[in-house]
Protein backbone atom coordinates (compact mmCIF):
# COMPACT_ATOMS: atom_id res chain seq x y z
CA UNK A 1 0.00 0.00 0.00
CA UNK A 2 3.15 2.45 0.58
CA UNK A 3 3.90 2.21 -3.04
CA UNK A 4 0.33 3.15 -4.23
CA UNK A 5 0.67 6.02 -1.97
CA UNK A 6 4.15 7.40 -3.13
CA UNK A 7 2.80 6.59 -6.51
CA UNK A 8 -0.24 9.44 -5.83
CA UNK A 9 2.06 11.28 -4.02
CA UNK A 10 4.36 11.61 -6.97
CA UNK A 11 1.77 12.02 -9.51
CA UNK A 12 0.13 14.57 -7.58
CA UNK A 13 3.78 16.23 -7.63
CA UNK A 14 3.99 16.14 -10.66
CA UNK A 15 0.66 18.12 -11.34
CA UNK A 16 1.71 20.79 -9.29
CA UNK A 17 4.69 21.46 -10.88
CA UNK A 18 3.27 21.38 -14.29
CA UNK A 19 0.46 23.48 -12.97
CA UNK A 20 3.39 25.86 -11.63
CA UNK A 21 5.18 26.15 -15.06
CA UNK A 22 2.41 26.41 -17.02
CA UNK A 23 1.08 29.56 -14.69
CA UNK A 24 4.58 30.99 -15.10
CA UNK A 25 4.99 30.49 -18.73
CA UNK A 26 1.35 32.08 -18.85
CA UNK A 27 2.47 34.90 -16.70
CA UNK A 28 5.90 35.77 -19.28
CA UNK A 29 3.58 35.28 -22.01
CA UNK A 30 1.21 38.04 -20.40
CA UNK A 31 3.92 40.36 -19.39
CA UNK A 32 5.46 40.21 -22.84
CA UNK A 33 2.55 40.80 -24.66
CA UNK A 34 1.73 43.90 -22.04
CA UNK A 35 4.83 45.00 -22.39
CA UNK A 36 4.70 45.31 -26.56
CA UNK A 37 1.34 47.12 -26.11
CA UNK A 38 2.97 49.66 -24.07
CA UNK A 39 3.47 52.88 -25.56
CA UNK A 40 4.51 56.54 -24.75
CA UNK A 41 1.13 58.25 -24.19
CA UNK A 42 2.61 61.06 -22.76
CA UNK A 43 0.80 64.55 -24.32
CA UNK A 44 -1.92 62.36 -26.00
CA UNK A 45 -4.62 63.10 -24.10
CA UNK A 46 -6.23 65.95 -25.43
CA UNK A 47 -4.86 66.22 -28.41
CA UNK A 48 -6.53 65.93 -31.59
CA UNK A 49 -5.71 63.64 -34.78
CA UNK A 50 -3.29 65.45 -37.24
CA UNK A 51 -1.03 64.37 -39.47
CA UNK A 52 2.73 64.31 -38.42
CA UNK A 53 4.72 67.51 -40.08
CA UNK A 54 7.24 66.22 -42.51
CA UNK A 55 11.03 66.81 -40.80
CA UNK A 56 13.70 67.21 -43.32
CA UNK A 57 17.20 65.78 -41.98
CA UNK A 58 19.79 67.88 -40.87
CA UNK A 59 22.19 69.70 -43.11
CA UNK A 60 25.56 67.53 -42.47
CA UNK A 61 28.06 69.41 -40.76
CA UNK A 62 31.91 69.84 -41.58
CA UNK A 63 32.74 67.29 -38.94
CA UNK A 64 30.11 64.74 -39.94
CA UNK A 65 31.08 65.34 -43.63
CA UNK A 66 34.41 64.63 -42.66
CA UNK A 67 33.81 61.38 -40.50
CA UNK A 68 31.81 60.00 -43.96
CA UNK A 69 34.63 60.74 -46.27
CA UNK A 70 37.63 59.11 -44.19
CA UNK A 71 37.00 55.35 -43.36
CA UNK A 72 37.41 54.43 -39.75
CA UNK A 73 41.38 53.16 -38.99
CA UNK A 74 41.94 49.61 -39.03
CA UNK A 75 41.55 48.21 -35.86
CA UNK A 76 44.63 45.32 -34.53
CA UNK A 77 43.31 41.84 -34.66
CA UNK A 78 42.04 40.80 -31.27
CA UNK A 79 44.46 39.68 -28.54
CA UNK A 80 47.25 42.31 -30.28
CA UNK A 81 49.09 44.87 -28.33
CA UNK A 82 50.18 47.42 -30.40
CA UNK A 83 52.93 50.31 -29.77
CA UNK A 84 55.34 52.40 -32.05
CA UNK A 85 58.71 53.93 -30.96
CA UNK A 86 61.02 56.04 -33.08
CA UNK A 87 63.69 54.93 -34.89
CA UNK A 88 66.33 55.96 -36.96
CA UNK A 89 64.72 56.00 -40.69
CA UNK A 90 61.22 56.14 -39.23
CA UNK A 91 58.80 54.79 -36.89
CA UNK A 92 58.90 51.26 -35.87
CA UNK A 93 55.80 49.68 -35.07
CA UNK A 94 55.68 46.61 -32.30
CA UNK A 95 53.03 44.38 -32.19
CA UNK A 96 53.29 41.90 -29.26
CA UNK A 97 50.64 38.70 -28.98
CA UNK A 98 50.45 35.69 -26.64
CA UNK A 99 50.92 32.71 -28.82
CA UNK A 100 47.94 30.19 -28.20
CA UNK A 101 48.87 26.58 -27.43
CA UNK A 102 48.02 24.11 -29.05
CA UNK A 103 47.36 20.29 -29.38
CA UNK A 104 50.74 19.96 -31.12
CA UNK A 105 53.92 22.20 -32.09
CA UNK A 106 52.95 22.40 -35.99
CA UNK A 107 49.24 23.77 -34.58
CA UNK A 108 51.32 26.05 -32.08
CA UNK A 109 53.16 26.94 -35.16
CA UNK A 110 50.50 27.38 -37.98
CA UNK A 111 48.31 29.24 -35.33
CA UNK A 112 51.33 32.02 -34.47
CA UNK A 113 51.98 32.04 -38.38
CA UNK A 114 48.23 33.37 -39.02
CA UNK A 115 48.34 35.78 -36.64
CA UNK A 116 51.66 37.03 -38.12
CA UNK A 117 50.06 37.47 -41.35
CA UNK A 118 46.38 39.67 -39.63
CA UNK A 119 49.23 41.79 -37.82
CA UNK A 120 51.12 42.32 -40.65
CA UNK A 121 48.25 43.15 -43.09
CA UNK A 122 46.82 45.47 -39.86
CA UNK A 123 49.82 47.39 -39.91
CA UNK A 124 50.54 47.77 -43.70
CA UNK A 125 47.32 49.50 -43.72
CA UNK A 126 47.02 51.64 -40.29
CA UNK A 127 50.58 52.31 -40.35
CA UNK A 128 51.61 53.38 -43.89
CA UNK A 129 54.68 55.48 -42.95
CA UNK A 130 56.36 53.37 -40.38
CA UNK A 131 60.00 52.09 -40.94
CA UNK A 132 59.52 48.49 -39.87
CA UNK A 133 57.10 46.23 -38.32
CA UNK A 134 58.00 43.86 -35.72
CA UNK A 135 55.87 40.94 -34.76
CA UNK A 136 56.63 39.61 -31.13
CA UNK A 137 54.98 36.30 -30.26
CA UNK A 138 55.21 35.58 -26.49
CA UNK A 139 54.83 31.46 -25.52
CA UNK A 140 55.34 30.34 -21.92
CA UNK A 141 58.75 28.65 -21.55
CA UNK A 142 60.32 26.37 -18.84
CA UNK A 143 64.16 27.08 -18.51
CA UNK A 144 66.56 24.40 -17.48
CA UNK A 145 66.18 24.83 -13.89
CA UNK A 146 62.32 24.56 -14.11
CA UNK A 147 61.20 27.77 -14.10
CA UNK A 148 58.67 29.03 -16.56
CA UNK A 149 57.48 32.36 -17.65
CA UNK A 150 56.28 33.98 -20.71
CA UNK A 151 59.41 34.21 -23.50
CA UNK A 152 59.10 36.39 -26.44
CA UNK A 153 59.92 33.38 -28.76
CA UNK A 154 58.68 35.15 -31.85
CA UNK A 155 60.47 38.62 -33.03
CA UNK A 156 60.24 38.91 -36.60
CA UNK A 157 60.65 42.26 -37.96
CA UNK A 158 59.73 43.43 -41.92
CA UNK A 159 60.87 46.44 -43.76
CA UNK A 160 57.87 48.78 -45.17
CA UNK A 161 59.03 47.96 -48.53
CA UNK A 162 58.52 43.99 -48.01
CA UNK A 163 55.53 44.66 -46.17
CA UNK A 164 53.91 46.45 -49.39
CA UNK A 165 55.62 43.30 -51.60
CA UNK A 166 53.20 40.81 -49.93
CA UNK A 167 49.76 39.86 -51.65
CA UNK A 168 48.07 39.28 -48.34
CA UNK A 169 45.27 36.55 -50.06
CA UNK A 170 47.77 34.28 -51.81
CA UNK A 171 51.01 34.22 -49.31
CA UNK A 172 52.01 31.24 -48.62
CA UNK A 173 51.36 31.66 -44.70
CA UNK A 174 53.87 28.81 -43.99
CA UNK A 175 57.13 30.78 -45.23
CA UNK A 176 55.34 34.21 -43.63
CA UNK A 177 58.72 34.30 -41.21
CA UNK A 178 61.13 33.61 -44.02
CA UNK A 179 60.32 36.91 -45.74
CA UNK A 180 61.25 38.52 -43.12
CA UNK A 181 64.00 41.34 -42.87
CA UNK A 182 65.31 40.82 -39.17
CA UNK A 183 64.49 39.42 -35.89
CA UNK A 184 64.63 35.51 -34.91
CA UNK A 185 62.22 32.46 -34.89
CA UNK A 186 62.85 30.53 -31.65
CA UNK A 187 63.51 26.59 -32.77
CA UNK A 188 60.38 25.67 -30.59
CA UNK A 189 58.58 27.13 -33.73
CA UNK A 190 60.44 26.03 -36.53
CA UNK A 191 59.60 22.95 -38.76
Known amino acids: MSNSTDEKRRSLNKKILISVGAVFALLVVIGLVAGEGAED???AVGQSEQSPEPTTAPEPTDDIAAAEAEPAAPKPPKGVRVHTAPGTEGEIVFAEFDI????TKGMIRRGAQDKTVEILKFARDAYPHAARVFVQGRFPMTDQYGNTSDSIILNAGYDQSTLQRINFDGVDRGRIWDLRD?????RELQG
Request: proline fraction near 0%; aromatic fraction near 0%; charged fraction near 10%.
Open 41 to 43: TTG
Open 100 to 103: ADNL
Open 182 to 186: AGMVH
